[in-house]
């Protein structure tokens, strides 16, 4: 399998992270809009941490939550690609296909034109068989990027473990896409 360095569609490139990304980063992660279903929002040192552990993942495998960035400006808006899924949740190993755009650049479909290639690189070059992404059950956006992606909701609900149970974004829905699946979405 060939590591790509980049991933393009006709607006947006997926590539490793840059240091300049990480003023952007941060001030989308401590967006209480941005972050509304999560518990908490980050600080710039956690968001620090995660560029540091998303970069050398992508540096390791050539895979990951890619820094997104519009082909015509060179912005950098955020985030979308392929992640390893927590090892405690109850479906996993799996690899989830993900995204978080700052706020100003929702609403273009652009976190679902890169999850496409994201997706196309999961089942074209990774040779998966499947591909999850999850949420919570009241981010009805995530969840119609999910359905526009051609993923399902598998009825599976669970608690994700590091929300306490009684927390409101404790719950979550699980959305699936298999390779056959995509294969035939994309004829």
Request: glycine share 6%; aromatic share 12%.
């Amino acid at each position: 399998m060939k590591k790509r360095k980049t991933l393009e569609s006709d607006r947006i490139i997926l590539r490793q992270w840059k240091d300049s990304d990480i003023p952007v980063f941060a001030e989308l992660n401590a967006d209480s809009e941005v972050m509304r279903y999560f518990p908490e929002t980050r600080t710039e040192q956690q968001t620090r941490d995660m560029v540091s552990v998303v970069s050398a993942g992508i540096n390791k495998t050539g895979w990951g939550f890619w820094a997104a960035e519009l082909k015509k400006s060179g912005e950098f808006i955020g985030f979308v690609g392929l992640n390893a899924a927590p090892a405690d949740l109850p479906f996993s190993p799996c690899v989830e296909v993900g995204w978080r755009l700052h706020r100003k650049y929702w609403g273009n479909g652009y976190a679902t034109e890169a999850g496409k290639i994201s997706l196309a690189y999961a089942f074209e070059q990774l040779e998966l068989n499947e591909v999850v992404s999850f949420t919570t059950q009241s981010n009805v956006k995530s969840r119609r990027v999910m359905e526009r992606l051609g993923m399902k909701n598998t009825g599976r609900n669970f608690k994700y473990p590091d929300v306490p149970a009684d927390h409101p974004l404790s719950e979550h829905v699980l959305y699936s896409i298999s390779n056959t699946q995509w294969q035939v979405g994309t004829l």
